[in-house]
Structures are given as C-alpha cells and as structure tokens.
C-alpha cells in the first residue's frame, strides 16, 4: 500500500513539543535533583553498606537511563534541522548535565575501588548487585586507572565549553556548508552536506566527477576551521591521558569496547594480509568503467548509469521480507519502525548528512536517521540501523547498566542485519545485472571495511602521533590522509579524497575516540555469526538474541568464546571471516568476464 510507512519520524510519544518540550526540561530538571542526591549519598567518610549500595546504583542506572533518552531526543532534534538553535541550546544542557554525572559517577566509582577486595567479592553476591556484577567490576578497576575524584570531576565539568564544545562547533561548520550542484538543464541549486553526499554515488561517472569536485572544494575551504576543531579535540584528549599515566591513544578505545590490544593487532594483520582479492575486484571494475584506476567517487558507485531508484516503500518491504526468512521477531520489529515512523529518511535540506541509530532505553523505542534517495547503499543503511535497532529492543528489559554495550559489538548486530539483506537479495536475484550489481554491494562492504575504515584507522594513529609535538596544519592533515588512503587501498586509487578527514563527523565525536576499528570488528564478528546461522538454520535465531543480550556484560573475548567458541586474539577466526570475501570476487570476476 502506498504511503503506508512515512518519510519522516514522529517525536512527540518522547516529549512532546520538540524543542520547546515541557516535558523535557522537566526530565532534565528531575535528574538534576536525583544527581544531587546521589551525591550527597556519597559524601559520608565510610563506605555504604551492601543495601546502601544497592540504594545508590539504583539511582545511578534511573540517572543514567534518562540521560540517553534525552540525549537521543536532542541529537535527532539537531540532525534532522541543523538551524535548530533551541536544540543547540538544550544540548548544552544535556552536555552539562552528562559532565554533572560524570562527576558524580567519579565519586561513586571511587567508593567501589576503595572496598576491600573480601568485602567487595561479598558485595557482589547481593540480590540487585549480582546481576550487575560484570559492569560494576569494570567500573571498579577502571576507576585504579584514573585521577583522582575531583579532577576527573574537574576535567568533566571544564569537557563542557571546551573539548565537547569543540565537537558542536564541528557541527555548526557543517549545517552552514553549502554545495552547489548543477542538474542536467544546466539549473544551479544549492544542497546541504547531507544531499550532496548522496550525489557522490550517482550512476553517471560525469555526475559524480563533478559532485565529488565541488565537495573537495568545499571541505577544503572550510578546512583551516575544521582543522582547528580537531586539533583541540585531539589535545584535550592527549592531555587528558597525560594527566592520567595513560600512554597509549588506543587505551582508551579498547577499553570502551572491551577488546584486548591482541585482538586488534590479529584483526588488522589477517585483513592486510587477504586484500589481495579486493585489489583483483578494483582492478576489474577499474576496467569495466574504462579508466586505468579507480578515483574516490568511483569506488562506491553502481556499475552502469542507469542504477535503478528503489521507492522507500519497496526497500521497506523487500528489508521486511529478507529479516523474515531469519527471524519473524525481527522482521516484525523492522516493520513496527517503519509503520510507527522512527525513521526519518526524508530527503531535504538542513538535514545533517549520515545515518545513525539512537535508542530511547526508557521509552523503549528507537529512531534511525538518514537522507534516503532510493540507492542501493541506502537499503543497506536501513538495514544496517534497523540491526542496532533490533539489539537495543532484546535488551530493553535488563537493567540499564548491563545495556551499555560497546559501539564494536553494536555494529556486529547492524553488519549482520546487513548480511541478511544482501545475501538473500544475492541469491533470489535472476536478472543477471540485478545480480551483478548485489554481489557489487556486497563487496564494497568488505572495501569499505577493509580498505577505507583502514585508511581512517592509519590516519587517526598517526595523527596523534604529531599532535603530541604540537599543532597539525590542513595542509599536513590532508597529506596524511592521502597517505593513509593509498597505502590502505594498496595503492590501488587514481584521484584520493584528501578532505576526507574534514567531511567525516567520525572525527569529531568527542565521546568516542578512534570511531573506526569497531566498525571492521563488527563486520568480521558478524561474518563469523552469520556462517554460524546458515549452518544451523532458524534454531539459530535465539541464540543470536542470546549472544546480542550479553553483549553489554562481557568482554569481546569472552563473548566470542562462551557464544561461538573461537579465540579472537588468534588469527584464525579473521583470517576465515576475511577469506570469505574471495569468494564473492571471484563470482563477481567470472560474471564481468567479456
């Protein structure tokens, strides 16, 4: 039925009034109040017993849960009107709010590293602790590795107005760039980050060129101010590990998604070394355009100018439909968000560019957020938000602390939902250019996985390598990430991107440092699972919900070993998931055969 499932998302069942919610600031008010008295419940010189305790992590997760809410809600006010600035306002608000429990939270975290280890392994064994344990533990040593309570409580409340502040000024570069593009009557007309992003995987290579020129421009004049953003988010950050005795950048975003040096380190070398398949794909599709190698805009685009617009109705279903043959609970899921319109996939202007998933843990909803224009890429954004959406929603019955799952895991359960869309579209496909173009999908996953989250990864470790010595020029910021571009794609580009590093938001998000290894984590975890299901068929479903519910309570390690029964810190697992892509190029070589 047409127009049964809308373009734009509903807010209001949140807090009514978007910005100008009452409901809202009473929220935000309420945790306000709840913060103080959690802070005044741990102000005493001796420690809470087991039921205080208890008492007080229950304040800590109800702070916590509306904390995501009402951040999920501004961050979808802002993304979907990036002009909003009474949005921009209560997102200070949030911001203070979150750097107030972070103090807070220090404090608490600290009484939890100052109990006797035989008094806190009994501690531990108390009805409303022990289900928790696993996130107390982590907060506990966690707290051994930090500064003091007052300067982390310090270095939170001055992250405010300097180093989140910083983040939403990148924000406020990108609402005010404007693009202009020229349509095939010669009109010029002028489109957000956003739009244009999405003209850089048209079909026609001419549009594309053209597209991708005008967005190098762009960035490039708006690079001295984005460069100044990075680098204080950067130095706030190094000065922060500093002050901590924390010596690696990598401390940090390994112990945020729970994962050992180890498993990285097996992660990227088993990657490095099976990319010999997608340079044969490149070398193939590089000829098939008719150009010696590939340009930037050319490594996403559809083979072919004529790359079929798919209506959101039809991409909804078709999602619809592939879920259902692996679980019916996720396919209903799926088909709730799109009927009940959390997903705003409208494409307009003042919209920010990308896809997100953010979930309301207290409402019990999600929403997903993207500029959708019928590309073959967006079904698969969809699909890839919907799979984070569907791990929020089995896990919204534990309690709030055993859902803060790591962003690696979470883009597990998104890769995954992907993986279900494209294989089953690649194998009921009978048009032989329908085909073709799926299996074309699906490899550019494993090349933007492989090869792009690689030239991200390269890029931001050796940037703060020379942020250490001081301040890194535009110049020097867009030397290294050609650099880091050619050497990840093995040199297999014509004409690189080197703004990449002022147009990508991963960047600047000042709550998650190296916003790329996790997502390469996930693709491979998730390759892994998915070989899992096609070998044990539908009874699979409810273990995958089993694996996705402990998520937010184990260890990457220990999820891999108790669920899946591999070793993630040797290479065997990544190179197995890694060689399944030399099969699907291997297809796609015998079907572009002339």
């Not at 693009?179 to 079909?203: I, K, P």
């Not at 890839?384 to 359960?413: I, K, R």
């Not at 000042?510 to 390469?520: A, K, L, Q, S």
Request: proline share 3%; with cysteine.
């Amino acid at each position: 039925m047409a127009g049964q499932y809308p373009l734009t998302w509903e807010l209001d069942t949140i807090y009514e009034g978007g910005s100008a919610s009452a409901s809202l600031l009473q929220e935000l008010k309420g945790m306000e109040t709840d913060m103080a008295r959690l802070d005044a419940g741990l102000a005493g010189e001796s420690l809470p017993d087991a039921d205080r305790l208890a008492q007080l992590t229950e304040v800590v997760q109800s702070v916590l849960l509306r904390l995501r809410e009402t951040d999920s809600f501004v961050t979808c006010l802002m993304a979907a009107n990036m002009r909003d600035t009474a949005a921009n306002s209560l997102n200070d608000k949030v911001k203070t709010l979150s750097a107030m429990f972070i103090g807070v939270l220090t404090r608490y975290d600290n009484a939890l590293r100052a109990y006797p280890d035989s008094v806190w392994a009994a501690l531990l064994k108390h009805e409303k602790l022990s289900e928790i344990a696993f996130s107390l533990q982590e907060r506990r040593e966690l707290a051994k590795r930090k500064m003091a309570p007052e300067l982390e409580a310090l270095a939170g409340d001055l992250s405010v107005d300097g180093y989140h502040g910083w983040g939403d000024y990148y924000n406020t570069i990108v609402s005010r760039a404007k693009f202009t593009d020229v349509g095939s009557d010669g009109a010029r007309r002028s489109l957000s980050a956003g739009q244009m992003h999405n003209r850089l995987s048209e079909g026609e290579r001419s549009v594309r060129q053209a597209a991708f020129a005008e967005w190098e421009r762009v960035w490039s004049e708006q690079g001295d101010l984005c460069a100044e953003v990075l680098n204080r988010i950067s130095g706030f950050r190094l000065k922060l590990y500093d002050k901590r005795g924390w010596t690696s950048v990598l401390q940090e975003p390994l112990q945020m998604n729970r994962m050992s040096e180890a498993t990285l380190t097996s992660m990227w070398t088993a990657i490095q070394d099976g990319k010999q398949s997608l340079v044969r794909y490149l070398e193939r599709k590089a000829k098939l355009l008719g150009v010696e190698k590939l340009d930037w805009h050319d490594v996403e685009a559809p083979l072919g100018a004529s790359a079929r617009i798919v209506p959101y109705e039809e991409a909804a279903e078709f999602i619809v439909e592939q879920f259902r043959e692996f679980s019916p609970e996720l396919a209903e899921f799926s088909k709730q968000a799109f009927a009940k319109g959390w997903i705003e996939a409208e494409d307009r202007p003042g919209k920010r560019p990308g896809g997100f998933c953010t979930s309301f843990p207290k409402s019990g909803q999600t929403r997903i957020f993207m500029t959708y224009s019928g590309s073959a890429s967006n079904i698969s954004t969809l699909a890839h938000e919907l799979g984070h959406a569907y791990h929020q929603h089995v896990m919204n019955d534990l309690p709030p602390l055993s859902q803060e799952y790591a962003m690696n895991v979470a883009e597990t359960a998104s890769t995954f939902a992907e993986l279900i869309v494209s294989d089953k579209a690649l194998k009921t496909a009978s048009d032989p250019d329908e085909k073709l173009g799926l299996l074309e999908d699906k490899i550019q996953r494993s090349v933007a996985f492989f090869m792009n989250i690689h030239a991200r990864f390269l890029f931001e470790t050796r940037f703060y390598e020379l942020r250490r010595e001081g301040l890194v020029s535009a110049e020097t910021l867009s030397k290294l990430m050609e650099e880091a571009q050619r050497e990840a794609f093995s040199d297999m580009l014509g004409e690189a991107h080197p703004h990449f590093w002022a147009s990508k938001l991963h960047f600047y998000l000042t709550d998650v440092p190296f916003y790329n290894f996790p997502y390469t984590f996930g693709y491979l975890f998730s390759a892994g699972i998915y070989a899992r299901a096609q070998q044990e068929g539908p009874a699979f479903a409810g273990k995958y919900v089993a694996l996705l519910r402990d998520t937010g309570r184990m260890t990457v390690e220990e999820l891999a070993s108790f669920h899946l029964g591999v070793n993630l810190e040797e290479s065997d697992f990544w190179r197995e998931a890694v060689a399944l892509t030399a099969d699907d190029v291997q297809l796609f070589i015998e079907m572009t055969n002339a």
